[in-house]
């Protein structure tokens, strides 16, 4: 699955958080949910890394940019003509810390534009998610990942948490079946 089909398939289970909090900006409370859950993402790719747990490496890469997908929906971006970059030499562990690093760089515009109310300019915004984009394609290349089929691994679970009849909601979002969901992402 490529990135652009990607983030046509997920943004069907994007919340939508201005409901939830009128009383904040609706692309700032979409903004900070897409940055706070690229950082934690990363978090949990480290983990994976550590673990050497290759299933959810990939897992943790298209959770990643299942979050970035929708940054990008929320704020007009497009991805049709985005494609991975070829890998820069890096250690493998060098790969991971700039993939974290960008999800806090793209984190720390949201939270300026959040506390303290700074304009952040769409550009801006895009590049720092094109940084974030490249950097999980060169995690994704140095581990030998498949990052399309991990996207498309992603999907079917999300079929299976967020049935299309349904689409998002907060009660599938907290009662996931973890068990059928593992065994989409090992396919």
Known sequence: ???????QEVKRTNPKLEEKFPC????????????LGMVTEWEELVDAVENIDK?????ELADGLWYAANEATNIGMDLDDYEFPKPQRATIGNAVIVVGKNACRYADLVKKQ???GKVILER???EALIMYLNSVGHVAHYLRVD?????QNVVDKLYIRFPVEKGFNE?????????????ELEK
């Not at 609706?26 to 897409?34: P, Q, R, V």
């Open 24 to 35: 904040l900006d609706a692309e700032l409370a979409n903004s900070l949910h897409m940055a």
């Open 124 to 126: 801006d915004k895009q």
């Open 114 to 116: 959040f506390a303290y």
């Open 55 to 59: 299933p959810n490496i990939g897992k």
């Open 171 to 183: 009660e599938s979002a907290n009662n996931r079946d973890l068990i059928s969901e593992r065994k």
């Open 147 to 151: 990052l399309e089929q991990a996207m």
């Open 1 to 7: 699955m490529k990135l652009n089909v990607f983030q």
